[in-house]
Each structure stands twice: as structure tokens, then as C-alpha cells.
């Protein structure tokens, strides 16, 4: 479903990407875990062409995003994505944050995007947030709100970029929760987190990035119980 | 040869003060619409749209008002012979011109300062530059661009008697008029001040309601700011 080849980013003078080989498979979910400035969540930005490919190939369900006739926004509506910071817009009512994707680009009647974007509020458990605007729920209220939106346009994969790093701690079960119910209905999801525990618990596989470099994958257990590598290792004993 | 001023005097007034009114309504109008759409010129992702909104701006930026007044009135009749604007038109197209390079100056600060987020997660929702534009980032900008832009427009009440040079009788120039048949300069400009002031005041007060009225949904200091900091 997601085929990344030999992928490499540049920042000016800074590589960030030096070189990353992915294959993810459909209903995976693909946790990417690693300290911080890895690459982890511009390798997860470049999946949507948020960031600009510097050489190297991505494949999302066939479109190729290194191909300048592919139309991103295509691509962006198949890979629905969930902010650090949620960016919920707020000047729109939460039901009309979550309906103007389908609104505006999907092209569908305004009651069909209204009777989704109340099924996927109710699946968050914010049908009663509905006609609130976002400047007045909590963080985690937020979140939710943003995984509703990502998902109204039905897309095939869902990106996370440290969905619940801005959250107080106790709020960021209820993120979790629904990001688990998610991968439940088989949803193929990458998930870039400091979340270890569900990391463990909710991963197909996980991928420990360092240095823009994909160090080491394999199941939760593999990767958490047996590193092999030793900077796998050093990452994991400081945050376990 | 001077006779007092009278009650009488404040019609010329009264119709000077209308004209003013009208002049900065229609430039001002017509400067909004020109300066939002070389704003977004100004940040749009066409290089060459950035280069003549650019280019327009800093020019029109580094000229007197006065100046652009004299070359639009003087300028247009030799230009384009046979095309001669009267009074009010060409101080409607100086005008226009000053207006809309600074409103552009402004609705580009504004698109600049909407959240860099906010751009992202509509690109990542997959709507294309200009829906983007129009249904997250302008709306957003809006609310950011109504106080300056209130302020800009105040000033353009003010700048507008420089047209008085052209003999378009508006406020200032109704108030030399008076002058010169009164020979009451102190009570004259009195009233032209406090004319001004009236029109100028109105302006700040309708921006404070609109403030009022939409502040409510968006405060930029309440904006979603990253929980447990």
C-alpha cells in the first residue's frame, strides 16, 4: 500500500533523510518511534507531499508522489493526517471542521457530510461538542475532533505526527483509545509516538529511526524485548 | 469685504464634508478590493504574480500621496489624450492607487500570520490553493487585517484633503472657501476639524463594533495552544 524507496530529504545543508526503505502493507499498523530529530516525522510528512521529495521514490496505492503529473491532492485524500498540534480551524463550528473537506472537495450533498461528520463525532464520543467552536474544548477533545476531520474524506491510511505529545498526560488515553479502535477496524495506519506502551500493545510493526535512517523494525516484541541494535538499545533504556 | 461667519457657511461645509465622504467611500471601497487581490498576489505560489504585486507596492510605497495626486490629475489628460477624468474621478484612481498598495502590505501581514498549521492541515485534507485560500486562510486573515486596516483607512480620510490641490471641492478645500468670504479662518477650520473628526471617529467606531461582534468566536490569543505547556 505504502512503497518508500531509497527516499532521501535535504533541509539546505542538512540531510534529514538519508536513504529510507519502507514497504507497509494494507490494515498494517506501522508505529515509528526514535529520539528527536531522527526524521521520523518528516519521513511521515513526506508520505502526504507535505514535504518536497529531495531524491529517492514514494508509492501511496499507486500514485506516485515523486511525479510531478501525480496530483497531490489525489493522494492527500487517501492519506488522511493527524497533527501534533491538532491545527483544528477555528473559525468552524467542530461538525463544520469536520464537513468542509467533504463539502468542498469531495462534492457531496451538505446532508450527506452532515450525517457523516455526526457518525464519525459520535465515534469520538463528541457528538455533543457538534456546534461548539474548537477554541473551547480540551487538548484531547481537539485530537479527536482532528481524527474525525481526517477522517471524513474515507481515506485508506491514516498518518499520525505524535498525535498525543501535546496532550497532559491524563488525557491522552482517550487519544489513544480511539486511535486503537481505529486500527481495530483494520485501518492501515503509521504512527509516528513517544506512546511506547501503545507502541507495544497496538503495532504490526515498529521502526526505530535515528539520524534519518531506519535502524531497526520488527514486531513490538522483537524491537522492545530483543533490540539488536545497540543505538535501539541506548534509545530504549532512557525512555522504558 | 469680510462678513461674519454665519450659520449659512456650514452648507458649503456640510457639502464639502459629503464629498469627502463619498471620495474616501469609493476609493476606499475600490482600494479593499484592489489591495486584497494584490495581497494575495503578494503571497501567492506564482512568482510572477509576487513580482508584480511586489514590484507595484514598493513603487507606489515610496511616493508621496501629493505626488501620485498631481500625476493621476495632471498625467491621465496627457497620456491618454481625449480621456479627461473629472476632479472627483481622478482623485478617486490617486487614491485607489495609494489605498490599495498599503492594503496589500496589510493582507499579506495577515495571510503571513495565520498559523502555519492551519495551511498544512488543509493541504493535508486535500483542498487545492484556492479553496484553501477561501475557506480556511482569508477568513482567519480577516479578523487579523480589520484593526490596521480601520487604522489605514482613518488615514485615508485624512490624506484625502491633499486633493484639495486640484480644486475638487471636498472638505479642506470648502473650508478655504469659506475662509477667503469669511475671513474666519479660527471658526472655519474649527468646524472643518471637527468634521473630520466626526467621519474619522464613525470609522473607528465601526470597527470596534465588528471587532465586538466577531471577537467572540476568535480570540488569536485563545487560538489551540499546545495543551500541558
Known sequence: MIVVENLNKKFGQNHVLKGVDCHIREREVVCVIGPSGSGKSTFLRCMNGLESITSGSI?????????????INLVRQEAGMVFQHFNLFPHLKVIDNVMLAPLKVGKVSKEEARA???????????????DTFPGSLSG???????IARALAMDPKIMLFDEPTSALDPEIVGEVLTVMKDLANEGMTMVVVTHEMGFAREVADRVIFMDQGLIVEEGTP?????TPQHARTQGFLSKVL | MFRPFEWQDLVPLAEGAWLTIQLCAVSGVLG????????IARTSPSRIARWISTIYISCVRGIPVLVIIFFVFFGIPLLFPGLEPDKFSSAVIALTCFAAAYVAEIVRGSIEAVEKGQSEAADALGLDYWRKLRYVILPQAVKIMVPPGIGFLIGLVKDSSLVTVTGLLELTHAGNVVTNLTGDPIKTFLVVAAMYFAICYSISLLGRLYEKRTGIHVDPLKLPEPAGL
Request: net charge positive.
Open chain 1, 59 to 71: 508509492v501511496i496505492n499507486k500514485h506516485r508522489l515523486d511525479d510531478a503529473k501525480t496530483n
Open chain 2, 32 to 39: 479593499v478590493i484592489f489591495g486584497l487581490i494584490l495581497g
Open chain 1, 221 to 225: 516484541e522483537q524491537i522492545f524485548s
Open chain 1, 116 to 130: 457523516k461528520a455526526e457518525m464519525l463525532l459520535a465515534k469520538v464520543g463528541l457528538a455533543a461538542k457538534m
Open chain 1, 140 to 146: 484531547g477533545q481537539m485530537q479527536r475532533v482532528a
